[in-house]
């Protein structure tokens, strides 16, 4: 079993972060590689058992589905479902906002675990963290948006 692991410290309040990621269907809002997305099965994007279809750069579909979703926690967790472009197996991911409570700034963690197959596992694991850098990346610019 493998597993990534992406944090930030985001310079807003964790209520703003997480109105951007418990939004299911939002991942164009912050993920560059996320070229577009679709619940597919007539849920609402924050109800758990949806499922999502994403087009990512390079051509690549994936679908998941939404397990966990908790505005308590400010977190949510999804697995991938068989039949996409990515050769992993077994995948669970979850993100999560916390409140950085000396400043009110958000800490953001993505992390998920997952068996990588195909020719080069290595390098999907590589690329998993590039999409995770890069997604919160992206969320830092869209919450500064949101919050100026």
Known sequence: ????????????????????????????KYVV?????EIEDG??????GAVRRILL?????????????SDLDRSFSYAL???????????VATMR???????????VEWSSTFTASGDDPVGLVKWLHEIYRSGLNGLRKAAAGREG
């Open 1 to 28: 079993m493998s597993s990534a692991y992406e944090s930030t410290v985001i310079d807003a309040d964790p209520d703003t972060v997480w109105g951007f990621l418990r939004d299911f269907d939002g991942t164009g």
């Open 33 to 37: 590689e996320s070229l577009s997305s």
């Open 43 to 48: 849920k609402r994007a924050d109800q758990v």
């Open 57 to 69: 750069e390079g051509g690549f579909n994936v679908r998941e589905r939404l397990v966990h979703m």
């Open 81 to 91: 479902l068989p039949g996409g472009d990515v050769p992993l197996e077994n995948y």
């Open 97 to 107: 906002v916390t409140p950085v409570t000396d400043s009110g700034k958000s800490f």
